[in-house]
């Protein structure tokens, strides 16, 4: 068991309990959980760090949950994640800039970027499309072409 991501679990599970509105709180652990997870998969599935992809996965919305302000939320996100980890001291300078990399990235569904990056991508989109179990997103989504790769990618139905 990584003793860096048992630090970063505390840390995130201190932030999440002091989201006053129950569902909301809810709603934050299992996406930023969710995410973390199926970063750490999808990583594993490509050869990317998987550790690292996790970490990206647990905090890559964490502005959005800690400020309850989604607006430019990736870009934010990347900048308090830096601040996080600076804080923690649980990555490398090089590890950091690419976990902060992924999660300044991760919005940006449309765009392809570096392996890591769209492991973080791919992890969120999942966990969407998951969030039903059905796997189906409405082919207007944004994310729907990226959701059917994702798919096809892992032999799902």
């Known amino acids: 068991?990584?003793?860096?991501?048992?630090?970063?679990?505390?840390?995130?599970?201190?932030?999440?309990?002091?989201?006053?509105?129950?569902a909301e709180r809810k709603h934050a652990f299992v996406h930023l959980y969710g995410v973390g997870r199926l970063s750490a998969f999808i990583a594993m599935r490509r050869g990317v760090d998987a550790e690292l992809a996790m970490i990206a996965g647990l905090l890559h919305d964490i502005h959005t949950y800690t400020t309850g302000d989604g607006a430019d939320h990736a870009h934010k996100g990347a900048a308090l994640a830096d601040v996080i980890l600076t804080e923690l001291g649980i990555v490398t300078e090089a590890e950091?800039?690419?976990?902060?990399a992924a999660?300044?990235?991760?919005?940006?569904k449309d765009d392809v970027s570096a392996p890591f990056d769209e492991a973080l991508k791919d992890a969120d989109v999942l966990q969407h499309c998951l969030y039903n179990a059905d796997i189906q997103l409405p082919q207007d989504h944004p994310e729907a072409p990226r959701c059917a790769r994702l798919k096809d990618e892992f032999g799902l139905r």
């Not at 999660?103 to 940006?108: A, E, K, L, T, V």
């Open 96 to 100: 950091k800039e690419t976990v902060c």
């Open 1 to 22: 068991m990584s003793q860096r991501l048992e630090i970063l679990r505390g840390y995130l599970d201190a932030q999440l309990n002091n989201i006053a509105d129950a």
């Open 103 to 108: 999660i300044y990235n991760h919005s940006d």
